[in-house]
């Protein structure tokens, strides 16, 4: 059974940065996908990013792109999200996920992940 422990979140002005943490621990594995989602009051948990464990396959959802960026350090078993340029409208509860599968088609999708984090609380506001 692997766990995921999120870290990093907090309170960030407009236009600032944090790292987001996540860490895998138990039955750890090398390959499959690991993501990045978030969910604001009142709405769905929304695709971030993701990336595969073999580092050769990285996607970003729109509203991210260009902004975020994503990087796992399979020998720490650990994944980030490097956030730039924060705006408002980034402030949710983020949450990491994990699957031992390894194909990308559907890396997009909450359905595709079977173990997640707690999720670490991000508020971008003046």
């Known amino acids: 059974q692997v766990q995921l422990v999120e870290s990093g979140g907090g309170l960030v002005q407009p236009g600032g940065s944090l790292r987001l943490s996540c860490a895998a621990s138990?039955?750890?594995?090398?390959?499959?996908?690991m993501g990045w989602f978030r969910q604001a009051p009142g709405k769905e948990r929304e695709f971030v990013a993701a990336?595969?464990?073999?580092?050769?396959?990285?996607r970003y959802g729109d509203s991210v792109k260009g902004r975020f960026t994503i990087s796992t350090d399979n020998a720490k078993n650990t994944m980030y999200l490097q956030m730039n340029s924060l705006k408002p409208e980034d402030t949710a509860v983020y949450y990491c996920a994990a699957t031992q599968r390894t194909s990308v088609l559907r890396m997009t999708f909450r359905t595709n992940y079977d173990t997640w984090g707690q999720g670490t609380q991000v508020t971008v506001s003046s």
């Open positions: 990336a595969a464990r073999s580092g050769d396959v990285t």
């Open positions: 138990g039955h750890t594995f090398s390959n499959g996908v």
